[in-house]
């Protein structure tokens, strides 16, 4: 097989193109595509035209198709996301239950020091509950949970207390998405703890816990607020990342987070809250004793249909790959015309 400039050509163009469609990644699929080509040519000169070409159309068609459906395999991932971080959820509830069962009351949603500032969260007060007594007894109450001796415990986090696996940041490892909604009519209200009797609406119907994008330190005394929660769809809310839509080969999207996410009732039982609620059907779910239930208030809001942007640059660099890659069915730059030279 000999080499000319259109040959030189046309290989530098596919390379360019897988490059700049698949970045460097395309680099494996150039180097495929290039060495059966080669191997087939130093094979036999004879079955170039038609062994060249097919081969050369199937490996490229392959490596297009895996590389778009590739994507598509990440889908199954928000699912066990979300079971994980449900799991997760269940197991705090049930911590804050076993607390009730031993105090006749939950925790209160903080411990206040003689000036009411607020010094230790209802996470560390349930540390026992959840197979950790080690780790409370290290955790000084005398000082805040930022003091000289807890703030070294903030590494210890339960692995109850972890980021929801569809929200993980590295760089805030001892952050936890799951909060209390803290208000005068909530379960976890204030410096007090409240009991199951107070609970007039129903355990069932009561919210406990909630999730949230806007992350904390695990031991900080901080959740969210009343009508923080109510609010729905403003930051710090219950929010979640689960089942945003992806970015993928063809479309962007610019989506932080959804008024959506996996809460807790005060019996145990967890829910996903979704789409978004109204303002009233948020209050009949925290208030413990308003008197309303939550489905004669539970008048859905229109969940927002996110509109994705195209990916043109990648559509484009796909196109004129694909046209290289079929190039060769109607021109092959390889085939050496040779002009005879005639004998005297």
């Given at each position: 097989m000999t080499f000319r400039l259109p040959l030189l050509l046309y290989v530098m163009a596919v390379l360019a193109a897988f490059l700049a469609t698949f970045g460097p990644g395309g680099l494996i699929g150039f180097v495929i595509w290039g060495g059966i080509g080669l191997a087939i040519a130093n094979r036999s000169s004879k079955s170039l035209g038609s062994c060249f070409v097919e081969l050369l159309v199937t490996v490229a068609i392959l490596f297009v198709l895996i590389a778009c459906l590739l994507p598509a395999v990440r889908t199954a991932r928000p699912v066990a996301y979300r079971v994980q971080c449900t799991n997760n959820l269940k197991q705090l509830a049930l911590a804050l239950l076993n607390y009730e069962a031993q105090y006749d009351c939950f925790p209160p949603a903080y411990v206040a020091d003689a000036e009411g500032t607020p010094m230790h969260s209802w996470r560390?007060?349930?540390?026992?509950?959840?197979?950790?007594?080690?780790?409370?007894?290290?955790?000084?109450?005398?000082?805040?949970?930022?003091?000289?001796?807890?703030?070294?415990?903030?590494?210890?986090?339960?692995?109850?207390?972890?980021?929801?696996?569809?929200?993980?940041?590295?760089?805030?490892?001892?952050?936890?998405?799951?909060?209390?909604?803290?208000?005068?009519?909530?379960i976890l209200s204030g410096g007090k703890g409240r009991t199951m009797k107070e609970i007039t609406d129903g355990v069932a119907n009561t919210l406990l816990l909630v999730e949230t994008v806007d992350a904390v330190p695990w031991m900080e005394p901080r959740d969210i607020t009343?009508?923080?929660?109510?609010?729905?769809?403003?930051?710090?809310?219950?929010?979640?990342?689960?089942f945003l839509p992806r970015d993928n080969f063809f479309v962007s999207y610019d989506?932080?987070?959804?008024?959506?996410?996996?809460?807790?009732?005060?019996?145990?039982?967890?829910?996903?809250?979704?789409?978004?609620?109204?303002?009233?059907?948020?209050?009949?779910?925290?208030?413990?004793?308003?008197?309303?239930?939550?489905?004669?208030?539970?008048?859905?809001?229109?969940?927002?249909?996110?509109?994705?942007?195209?990916?043109?640059?990648?559509?484009?660099?796909?196109?004129i790959l694909i046209g290289l890659i079929f190039m060769p069915l109607f021109w092959r730059p390889w085939q050496v015309k040779t002009q005879e030279i005639p004998t005297p």
């Open positions: 560390v007060l349930i540390l026992p509950y959840l197979e950790q007594q080690a780790l409370y007894d290290q955790y000084v109450l005398r000082e805040p949970w930022n003091g000289p001796n807890n703030r070294k415990l903030a590494a210890q986090m339960p692995s109850y207390f972890l980021r929801c696996p569809s929200d993980r940041d590295e760089n805030e490892e001892a952050k936890t998405n799951y909060v209390a909604v803290v208000g005068p009519q909530t009343f009508d923080q929660a109510v609010a729905t769809t403003q930051r710090p809310c219950v929010s979640s990342k689960h989506i932080a987070f959804k008024p959506i996410g996996n809460v807790a009732m005060a019996d145990g039982h967890i829910d996903f809250l979704a789409p978004p609620r109204t303002p009233e059907a948020m209050r009949a779910m925290l208030t413990v004793s308003g008197g309303e239930l939550p489905e004669e208030a539970a008048n859905f809001i229109e969940e927002e249909e996110f509109v994705g942007r195209w990916n043109w640059r990648n559509i484009i660099s796909l196109a």
